[in-house]
Structures are given as structure tokens and as C-alpha cells.
Nanobody, 119 residues
Framework: EVRLVESGGGLVQAGGSLGLSCAAS????????IGWFRQAPGKEREGVSC????????LYKESVKGRFTISSDNAKNTVYLQMNSLKPEDTAVYYC????????????WGQGTQVTVSS
């Protein structure tokens, strides 16, 4: 059974930082792309970042470039999202997801973790 478990969410003031973790199990980690998504109340889910765990290549949503950094520790089957210079508009539930082939058709999803940025 594939499981993705997010952790690290919380409440932070604008301008602050948070780090999220996504621990994966039940899959061959190196074969997958791991993405971070977010969904704010009343809004559609949007992709934030994605990493290919085999070669480390990354993608970012334009609005988070320079503020968010995605990384992976293949020995721990874990992907991280370091979020700096947070803004109130970053407030959302953050999810990680796994896609075996590319960062565009995710098969497995975590349960989400809340990130709240106060102004």
C-alpha cells in the first residue's frame, strides 16, 4: 500500500518560514516524481512544486520561485518543501502527491497539512 504522509504545517507570521515534509512508503521512491500542491478555501487546488527523485530536477509555480525550495532525501524516502518569506496568500492546505512518470498525473496523495500565514 502506497502512503504519503505530510507534516510540518502550522501558523506563522508573514515573512516567516515553515518546512514541510512528505514521507513516502510502499513505492520505489527513486522511480517517482513527488509534487506539492495546495488548496485554499474556496479555491481550486494548484500545483506548487515538483521534484524528480531520480535526478533532482525541479519545477516551481511562478509565484513561489525564489521563496520555496523542494528537495528530496532518497535514503529517507522523504521530500521536503522549505517555504521562506511566506505571505498570507500562501495560506492553504498543502498536499504531497506521487507520479511515476512525470509531474502531471499524480496517482497517490497524502492527507494534507494546514499552513496558515497571518498578516
Amino acid at each position: 500500500e502506497v502512503r504519503l504522509v505530510e507534516s510540518g504545517g502550522g501558523l506563522v507570521q508573514a515573512g516567516g518560514s515553515l518546512g514541510l515534509s512528505c514521507a513516502a512508503s510502499g513505492l520505489t521512491f527513486d522511480d517517482y516524481r513527488i509534487g506539492w500542491f495546495r488548496q485554499a478555501p474556496g479555491k481550486e487546488r494548484e500545483g506548487v512544486s515538483c521534484i524528480s527523485t531520480n535526478d533532482g530536477s525541479t519545477l516551481y509555480k511562478e509565484s513561489v520561485k525564489g521563496r520555496f525550495t523542494i528537495s528530496s532525501d532518497n535514503a529517507k524516502n522523504t521530500v521536503y518543501l522549505q517555504m521562506n518569506s511566506l505571505k498570507p496568500e500562501d495560506t492553504a492546505v498543502y498536499y504531497c502527491a506521487a507520479d511515476q512518470y512525470a509531474c502531471d498525473n499524480f496517482d497517490y496523495w497524502g492527507q494534507g497539512t494546514q499552513v496558515t500565514v497571518s498578516s
